[in-house]
């Protein structure tokens, strides 16, 4: 028989047994039980538990400023939350992160754990509640429809913080492959087809700018996690919590986390409202969706290596096949468009939820939670992985671009505006009809001199509209 000590708490079920030495209680037992759901567990997200533990500190501060709390209650709570907001038990936060009841098991268990660290701090055993209770001194004045969405806002905002960081050191890679291609000219496509010319570095300044154009709209959806419902209670009426909560406890957020953190202009309507979850997966499915079409494209530039495109190499990762020798896939923009499909359909799963809101809350609100924390890591560990195994060691194919330019059809396009139309299409005509290259076909037919044609195509004039002193010979 194990002789593991034991306790016993109840709740308005009943009595249960578990093990004395462990900082979470009852209702959060319960919870385990309930939800054996998935394999995303609360302590696999660092930054929302550091974001109960910045409401709860909030709070505190908050009812031990109005007297709620004695000086021994607010110092313990407060020294067991600050332990916490350091990464310190955090193995104590085992709920599922889909959960029924609108979050009340993940806040339960937050009041729990702080309950009992502090009570170890007073000296005191675990489950002594009379001094220090989780509903009544750690969640004085609060309900899961307050405590709960406010701590997701921190921890989404500073996962935003987190997840910018990362997104920046991706566009700044692909910065320095524009810098170190920006003389390689290539051929550029629509359709799948030729196009014009133009250079590889331009290839990847157009992937860097238009990822960079999304910071701004993470910015902007996460300026909303900023707003709280500290003190709407229940349903936004503030029952509970005496006047001057809401204010108190939002101010003391705000000095907390640094943030410019605002309360509701209405707590009744906020309570219900979980259109910031909504608004930031979008601002990510943004991200997805263009770092989709860039992997994609990664893949047909650098398709080969002798019967593809083959405009530059990516980084040789594994072997490719289990039966084909030699083959090399590009595992690493393949594992990104992954991520990016599983961010768009967390995204639709976000939309979905947050429609679901009746009367004054969403009990939704966990798995848009979980959707949204999951999207942003999965998107921070994508960019990490695409900017250090496979940007990051990209080589151009220097001949093969020059090759695909001179043989191509496109190229006449750059040279319409001087050899005219009626040369232009006479030359597109026999290259499509000979399968010969436009390049050496302007040199036969003496249209123009090598040393002008070279001048046309040179990189620096296909980048940008430039007027060339150059006359057709014919």
Same mark, same amino acid.
Request: glycine share 8%; proline share 3%; net charge negative.
């Given at each position: ?6 306790r016993?708490?109840?709740?308005l079920?009943?009595?249960v ?17 309930n ?10 997200y660092?930054?929302?538990?550091k ?35 350091e ?9 599922d992160?889909?959960?029924?009841g609108a979050?009340?098991?993940t ?12 009570l170890?701090?007073?000296g ?20 899961t429809?307050d ?21 920046k ?6 910065e320095?492959?524009a810098?170190?291609?920006?003389d ?5 496509r ?14 990847f ?8 154009d ?5 910015d902007?959806?996460a ?12 349903i936004?009426?503030?029952?509970c919590?005496e006047p ?21 202009d209405?707590?009744v309507?906020? =309570?219900?409202d &979980?259109? +910031?979850?909504? *608004?930031?997966? !979008?601002?990510?499915? %943004?991200? $997805?969706?263009?770092?989709n ?11 080969g290596p ?11 990762r594994q072997p ?11 595992v690493i923009?393949?594992?990104?468009n992954?991520?990016a ?7 639709l799963?976000?939309?979905?939820s ?8 969403n ?21 990490? =992985?695409l900017? &250090?195994? +496979?940007i990051? *060691?990209?080589t !151009?194919n220097?001949? %093969?671009c $020059? ?7 496109g190229v ?15 030359i ?16 036969e ?21 430039v ?5 057709p010979?014919?």
């Open positions: 028989m194990s002789n593991q000590k034991m016993t708490e109840s709740d079920l009943g009595s047994e578990m093990p004395a030495d462990v900082l979470y209680g009852v209702q959060t037992l319960r919870g385990i039980q939800f054996e759901i998935s394999k995303f567990h609360l302590n696999e660092p930054l929302f538990i974001g109960l533990a910045m409401t709860k500190l909030g709070a505190a501060e908050a009812n031990h400023q109005l007297g709620l709390l004695t000086d021994e209650q607010y110092n313990a709570i407060a020294q067991a939350c600050r332990e916490i907001m990464g310190k038990h955090h193995d104590a936060f085992p709920v992160m889909i959960q029924g979050g009340t098991t806040n339960m268990n937050a009041n729990e754990v702080i309950a009992n660290r502090a170890e701090i007073m005191h055993e675990h489950g002594e509640y009379q001094f220090c209770s989780p509903n009544d001194h750690v969640n004085c004045a609060q309900s429809n405590a709960y969405p406010t701590a997701i806002h921190l921890g989404m905002y500073a996962t935003h913080l987190k997840l910018v960081e990362h997104f050191q991706l566009i700044e890679s692909f320095k492959k810098a170190e291609f920006a390689v000219l290539k051929m550029g629509t359709q799948l087809e030729d196009a014009v010319p133009m250079t590889l570095g331009q290839t300044h157009g992937f860097a700018s238009i990822l960079r999304e910071i701004a709209h993470l902007h959806a300026e909303d996690f900023l707003t709280i419902n500290m003190g709407a209670t229940a936004g009426t503030g029952i919590a001057g909560y809401a204010e108190k406890c939002t101010k003391a957020i705000a000095e907390i986390t640094g943030w410019n953190i605002r309360l509701t209405d707590l309507g906020a =309570t219900s &979980t259109s +910031c979850l909504v *608004g930031y997966a !979008a601002a990510m499915k %943004r991200v $997805a969706v263009k770092m079409k860039i992997c994609n494209d990664l893949r047909l530039l650098a398709s002798r019967c593809g495109l083959g405009e530059f190499n990516l980084p040789a490719g096949s289990s039966i084909m020798p030699g083959k090399v896939n590009p923009p393949e594992v990104m992954q991520i499909y599983k961010v768009i359909g967390n995204e799963c976000v939309t979905m947050g429609e679901a809101a009746q009367m004054e809350l009990a939704m609100e966990p798995v848009m939670a979980q959707c949204d924390f999951e999207s942003a890591e999965l998107l921070m560990n994508g960019f990490d =992985t900017r &250090t195994l +496979c990051e *060691g990209i !151009a220097r001949e %093969r $020059a090759d695909y330019v001179k043989n191509s059809i006449v396009t750059a040279l319409n505006p001087i050899i005219g139309y009626k040369n232009s299409t006479k597109a005509k026999e290259a499509l009809e000979t399968g010969r290259g436009v390049y050496e076909l302007v040199l037919h003496g249209v123009l001199t090598k040393e002008e044609l070279d001048t046309i195509l040179k990189p620096e004039n296909m980048i940008r509209p007027k060339l002193d150059i006359k010979r014919k």
